[in-house]
């Protein structure tokens, strides 16, 4: 039985927003970003063409949907396995099966809260729970596998940017992302050299996040995050290749890598809901530049994107039901711990 808060009967985030919609109006911040969602899409298929776009989804493999969510799932696993080591780094010990049933429930809140980040706080949320620990506390090894995912990521996308494809990649592309690892480079840098940890140690409600030193003063998990992060990636650029596969698309695995690279970067601006709208505007964009894809072409792959990601998040809810886990209300997710 998985160590979680005692069974409940389970409802989703979704239907937990409404209940508590007598205190909570919806916020004008998430009603403009679901507006923007809505005018992206239909600028982008008024630009392409609805017909041509449908058809272009209907003539592809769609049966490599499944193969898809395979492989994600499996990238998920790995990523929980991520999770664990940064997790057990400081004392939080839980099973890979109960990381990885959290890692999916968070993908299946992501369908729900605004942003990509919002499963995050679901994820943080189990972690306390089951460790006891204070929400502060699980909200760290939640940080630190985000923030490893992300600097293998910007490596792993300048790399690319770097090879033989660089001259298909749009200038303004590559020098974002290489100001990005720059960025992450220099932030790394000052961590190892300023004493950030007993300057948290100061403060009490900051005091907990001193143990967080342990994520880049130990080189051995170091290393270690950052090659599973490698896999991880590794698998979801397969998924792209499948993509591309099912639409009878040649594409350099390379600039692949670089649209996956950037894709992920863009579906966390915090304009539209949960990234929609932005994300399969930059695979139309993106996949346009190399060769003859056709605009429709490369909206069609970010539609097949979304259905094998949407597919794979909805395990998350079976595993929520099947697990009776206790879904969280926004109170939970708030208050302070």
């Known amino acids: 039985m998985p160590l979680s808060p005692k069974a409940v009967p389970v409802t989703s985030p979704l239907a937990a ?53 395979g492989i994600y799932l499996l990238a998920q696993l ?50 306390s729970k089951a460790t006891g620990r204070k929400k502060r506390e699980a909200a760290l090894p939640v940080l630190a596998d985000r923030a490893t995912g992300l600097a293998a990521l910007l490596l792993l996308t300048s790399l690319a940017c770097l090879s033989p494809i660089s001259s298909v990649v749009p200038s303004s592309v590559k020098w974002t992302i290489f100001a990005l690892t720059g960025l992450g480079i220099l932030g790394f840098l000052t961590v190892q050299i300023l004493p950030v940890g007993p300057w948290l ?14 994520y880049w ?16 990636h590794a698998l979801v650029v397969l998924i792209h290749l499948t993509i591309a596969q099912a639409l009878s698309l040649t594409i350099d695995v390379l600039y692949l890598t670089m649209v996956y690279g950037v894709i992920s970067l863009i579906s966390v601006i915090p304009v539209t809901f949960n990234g929609i709208g932005l994300r399969e505007g930059g695979y139309q964009f993106l996949l346009s530049q190399y060769g003859n894809i056709p605009e429709h072409t490369g909206l069609a792959f970010g539609l097949y994107w979304f259905l094998a990601s949407t597919f794979t998040s909805l395990m998350g809810g079976i595993v929520l039901i099947k697990g009776h886990y206790k879904t969280p209300a926004l109170e939970e997710l708030d208050e302070e711990g």
């Open 17 to 69: 927003d409404l209940k508590s919609s007598g205190k909570r109006k919806l916020p004008l911040k998430l009603l403009l970003k679901i507006v923007i969602s809505i005018a992206l899409l239909f600028y982008l298929f008024s630009a392409t063409g609805f017909e041509k776009t449908l058809q272009e989804l209907s003539e592809a493999n769609l049966l490599l949907i499944p193969a898809c969510v």
């Open 78 to 127: 790995v990523s929980a396995y991520r999770w664990q080591l940064l997790a057990e780094s400081i004392g939080m010990n839980l099973s890979l099966r109960e990381f990885y049933d959290y890692y999916l429930m968070g993908m299946y809140f992501s369908l729900f809260l605004p942003s990509a980040i919002g499963g995050d706080v679901g994820r943080m949320y189990y972690l």
């Open 201 to 214: 140690e100061r403060f009490p409600k900051l005091r907990p996040f001193a143990q967080a030193e342990v």
């Open 217 to 232: 003063k130990n080189w051995g998990l170091l290393l270690k995050t950052t090659g599973v992060s490698m896999l991880i």
